[in-house]
Structure formats: C-alpha cells, structure tokens
C-alpha cells in the first residue's frame, strides 16, 4: 500500500477554504502567517515555497521576511520579538537551518509559543508531554495523521524511530509512544541498526541518509514512513528508503515526493488555525 500524502493534503484542502472563511469573518482580516528565511540555502528556499503556495490556496495571507545570510543574532532576536509582538501575526516560523554565521543561536527560545506554527518552541515541546501544546511539531503530527488515514493500527505496533532531531526524530518517538505502539529510537551510534530492523513492524526513516534503508532490510508486510528528502542522480528527489522491492515483500510506504512532504505542510496550515481559535477562545 502507498501511503499517499499528496492524495489526503489534497482533501483536507477543500476543508481549509471554509475555515479561513470563518476564521476571516472573526479576526476582520486573513489569518496570516510570517516566515523568517535568513540566507540562500537552495532546500529552505523550496520548502518555503510551498508554504507560501498552500497560503495562496487558501487565502491565508503568507508573508516572507527575506534576511541577508550577514544578518546577526542581535538583529533576527529582534526581527523575532517584534512579530511575537505584533497582533497581526498569528502564526510565525523561521526556516531551519539557519546560517553557518548564526551557529549557536536558538530562534525558537524567542519565538511566542502561541504564535509558534512549527510547534517546536521549548514551552510547546514540553507542555506536548503533557498534552497541551498550543502546537505540536509538523512532520510527525503530520505522519500520525497520514499513518491513521490508512487505517494502521498503531497499539501495540512494534516500530522503529531512525533519528532523534529536536524537530522529527524525539517527537515521533513520542507522539508513536502516545499512541500506544513501542517504540526503539536508533541514531548515529546505534550498532547493527539494519540486522534489527526486521524485527519492527513499522520504520520511521529520518536519518538523513539517502536510500539507507531497503527493502530486503525489512520484515514481510512493514511499513515505512519515509522522511528524508534528497536531491539524488539525475535530480530526482528520494528519500532514506529505497522502495525497490516493496511489492514482493508486501511493503507499505509513504513514497519520496508526495508523501511526508505535503503532510509537513499541510499540518503547518492546521497548526496556524488552531493557534488563531484558541486566541480568539481566550478573548
Ligand atoms: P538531522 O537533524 O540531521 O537528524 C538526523 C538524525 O539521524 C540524527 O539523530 C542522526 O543521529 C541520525 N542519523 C544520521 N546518520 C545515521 C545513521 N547512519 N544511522 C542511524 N541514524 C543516523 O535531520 P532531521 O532534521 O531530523 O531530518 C531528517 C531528514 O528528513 C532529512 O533528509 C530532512 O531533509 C528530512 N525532513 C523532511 C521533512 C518533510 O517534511 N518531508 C521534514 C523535516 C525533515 P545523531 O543524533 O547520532 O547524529
């Protein structure tokens, strides 16, 4: 089975349409969301782009605040604290990574944890332990969903976390946790990862790593959720797995493009309307 992320971002589109509709009616304008994009980097470029495209569709308002990669930590802290501060913004990110020039600085110790989309603000990853966040992080939210959409079961699933990154690799180990499957987080030290992997029922590859995971590394029936995203030969785009010969082994999994990527973003638009309704619930 294909779990197709592209078909389901398709379908909760037309449902995003009516929900800016009322969400304009109350606010007086279009909810609206900023992006920082500090530098050139080709891939943030790309995902900003898609966004700002989902934005158009919606009628959301997007608007990008470009930043030269010279610009210093004192000046996007304040870039930062001035749109937390900004009643007509209701959802704000900054695209990761940021430059070489910025190492050490943190964005997301700054950004308004009520205005905080990506749902990865300190505050917003530990008050989703405790099942409060004002937003949860995108991609792994994302893939639950996808993942349900398909109807897996996920209790008492054995399953595989490949990375543990702040933004994909923790909280899908938590979030699959929450959902009552048992969860092995595995990283660049872990030892014989692909002799165990047979032993899951379920494999979230998100080291990074093209093709890193195969077929023939699987148990008959898993399921892969896909996560990493590269550039490959001939400027294809794959992921961390190789899906040749997931059909022989009964394999279900999300394909590289169409699959996490347009659930990420998909959950971003979610995420930046539940933040809006619980603002206007507090009014
Ligand atoms: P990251 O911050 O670089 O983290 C990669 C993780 O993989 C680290 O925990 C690392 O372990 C682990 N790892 C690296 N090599 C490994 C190996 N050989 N064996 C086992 N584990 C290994 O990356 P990320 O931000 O989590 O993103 C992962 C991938 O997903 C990237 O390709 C990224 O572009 C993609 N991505 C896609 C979406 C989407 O919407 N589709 C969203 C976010 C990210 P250590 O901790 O030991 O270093």
């Known amino acids: 089975m294909i779990l197709d992320g592209s078909a389901l971002s ?12 009322y969400l304009t009616e109350k606010l007086g304008r279009a909810p609206s969301l900023h992006v920082v994009l500090v530098g050139e980097d080709p ?10 495209k989902l934005c158009i569709a919606t009628a959301v308002t997007s608007k990008l605040h470009k930043l030269d990669s010279k610009t210093t930590k004192e000046e996007l802290k304040s870039l930062i604290l001035k749109l937390n501060n900004d009643s007509n913004v209701d959802g704000l990110l900054v695209q990761l990574p940021l430059p070489e020039s910025l190492k050490g600085f943190d964005p997301l110790m700054y950004i308004d944890p009520r205005k905080d989309v990506d749902g990865l603000s300190p505050m917003n990853m530990g008050l989703m ?3 409060e966040a004002f937003a949860e992080p995108c991609t792994p939210k994302g893939i639950i969903e996808l993942l349900r959409e398909h109807s897996i079961e996920l209790e008492g699933l054995k399953a595989c976390v490949i990375g543990r990154s702040e933004t994909v690799g923790w909280p899908m180990a938590w979030m699959l946790t929450r959902e009552n499957a048992t969860v092995t987080v595995c990283h660049s030290k872990t030892k ?4 165990s992997l047979k032993s899951f029922d379920l494999v979230v590859a998100a080291a990074g790593r093209p093709e890193f995971v195969s077929a023939a590394d699987l148990k008959e029936g898993a399921i892969v959720v896909d996560v990493g995203i590269h550039r490959g030969k001939d400027a294809k785009l794959v992921g961390d797995f190789n899906p040749e010969g997931s059909e022989e082994k009964n ?3 999300s394909p590289v493009p169409g699959g996490v990527g347009p659930m990420t973003v998909s959950t971003l638009l979610e995420n930046l309307f539940s933040l809006i309704e619980s603002k206007l619930d507090c009014k």
């Open 10 to 21: 398709q379908k909760k589109k037309l449902n995003y349409v009516k929900r800016v509709k």
């Open 43 to 52: 891939a943030s470029q790309v995902y900003v782009g898609h966004k700002e």
């Open 192 to 195: 014989n990862l692909k002799d």
């Open 129 to 131: 332990i405790k099942g």
């Open 251 to 253: 394999l279900s999994y």
